[in-house]
């Protein structure tokens, strides 16, 4: 399903209610281009999980945990890692298959990975695109079971 956002608010309200719908154990593969707003829609799924910490890009750490919600939510950001090799130095595998949600942004560069590890009923794929002009405008296209 297709929907558009117009404001980060609505991309932010979006994914809070998305994220009402998820539970342990699912994978959320988010895609889209530099500045699509992959870490915003994350931050909208915090806050319907009911995560009370800050949010911010795992960029550079590649990983952050966040404990406060109904579930836990563990965020990976695998743009700087050598695809899938680049795995094999964080601790990416403890997550997959337990009681959080897990949610990785640029999963397409891991897609090896998924489709090897996470089962297709626990797995949610968002294509985020827009952002690449001066418009807040949004397609946000939302999979469930894939591939």
């Known amino acids: ?17 998305l994220a009402s719908e998820l539970s342990g154990g699912d994978v959320v593969c988010l895609n889209g281009d530099l500045g699509a707003g992959k870490t915003a829609f994350t931050k909208g799924l915090a806050h319907g999980l009911g995560v009370q910490e800050t949010i911010t890009s795992p960029t550079f750490a590649i990983m952050n945990e966040y404990l406060s919600g109904r579930v836990p939510l563990f965020h990976f950001d695998v743009y700087r890692l050598d695809g899938s090799d680049g795995l094999e130095d964080t601790a990416f595998f403890d997550y997959i298959g337990g009681e959080s949600v897990v949610v990785i942004e640029w999963a397409e560069q891991i897609e090896d990975i998924l489709q090897e590890f996470v089962p297709a009923g626990k797995r949610v794929d968002i294509t985020i695109s827009g952002g690449l002009d001066d418009s807040d405008t949004r397609q946000i296209t939302i999979l469930r079971g894939t591939p």
Do not use: G, I, V
């Open 1 to 17: 399903m297709t929907h558009t956002t117009t404001t980060p608010e609505q991309t932010f309200e979006l994914a809070a209610r």
